[in-house]
């Protein structure tokens, strides 16, 4: 951490700035204000380190497409996952590698959860308050599936399998906190115990020859053997 950590400050001439200034009191430089899609907090387009978070701007300006409201997604990394944010929504953009990494890296999912900004992130959308809406993926357009997140964490999230996954505001926070909280594992257990129990109704059903037969397995139980692998079959199976 550098001792300028925390403190916002203007990209070009580094006088410290107040969050969302248009433009910097002291050099006049333009700013653009945007959202850290990592910690939520307040950092410029012209700034390569959130003050915050240390998450830094993509090289190159991002193609994706907020699905709210088509506004161009900020992209960040921070280690070896990139976010991109609707500056006007809060939403977030996860391309399919970085979701991985977000899901199977502690670290990540630490550097997620804490040190971020002191700032309040956006409140929460009211799913109730909207109909139900496919929305268009942020790279291709097409409608994204919606998916209960390993089917019982409770949050709904948009998936196009070859580009990413959307989160409306607060719902990558409550993915992470449901990994963390041991989700996953409960995930697999619950998946575990439906696939017994349908093996079970499979083998009462089976006639003598068929369970006399090499080769029966129970479907899919070698495929969620890992909070990985529960990853790779939640995104892989429509
Ligand atoms: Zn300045
Ligand atoms: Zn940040
Ligand atoms: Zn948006
Ligand atoms: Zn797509």
Avoid at 54 to 59: C, F, K, L, N
Wanted: proline letters at 7%; hydrophobic letters at 35%; a neutral charge.
């Amino acid at each position: 951490m550098s001792d300028r950590a925390g403190v916002l400050r203007c990209p070009s001439c580094g006088a410290p700035t107040a969050p969302e200034a248009r433009e910097c009191a002291h050099c006049r430089a333009n700013l653009h204000p945007i959202r850290c899609p990592w910690c939520f907090g307040w950092t410029f387009t012209e700034a390569r380190d959130c003050a915050y978070c240390g998450s830094q701007a993509a090289e190159e300006a991002s193609a994706a497409a907020c699905p709210g409201c088509r506004e161009p997604l900020s992209t960040r990394s921070l280690k070896r996952a990139r976010l991109s944010g609707c500056v006007r929504c809060g939403g977030v953009w996860a391309d399919s590698a970085s979701f991985r990494v977000i899901c199977d890296d502690r670290e990540t999912q630490a550097s997620y959860l804490g040190e971020g900004s002191p700032l309040p992130a956006p409140a929460a959308s009211d799913p109730s308050s909207s109909p139900i809406a496919y929305r268009p993926c942020a790279v291709c357009a097409e409608l994204m599936n919606r998916f209960n997140f390993a089917g019982c964490s409770g949050v709904i999230i948009d998936v196009c399998k070859p580009h990413g996954v959307w989160f409306d505001p607060d719902e990558l926070r409550r993915i992470v906190a449901f990994i963390r909280g041991g989700g996953m594992d409960v995930a697999r257990a619950k998946e575990q115990s439906r696939l017994e129990h349908e093996r079970r109704r499979l083998e009462r059903a089976m006639d003598d020859r068929l369970r006399a037969s090499d080769g029966f397995q129970s479907p899919g139980l070698d495929s969620v053997a890992s909070a990985r692998d529960l990853l790779r079959f939640l995104l892989d199976n429509k």
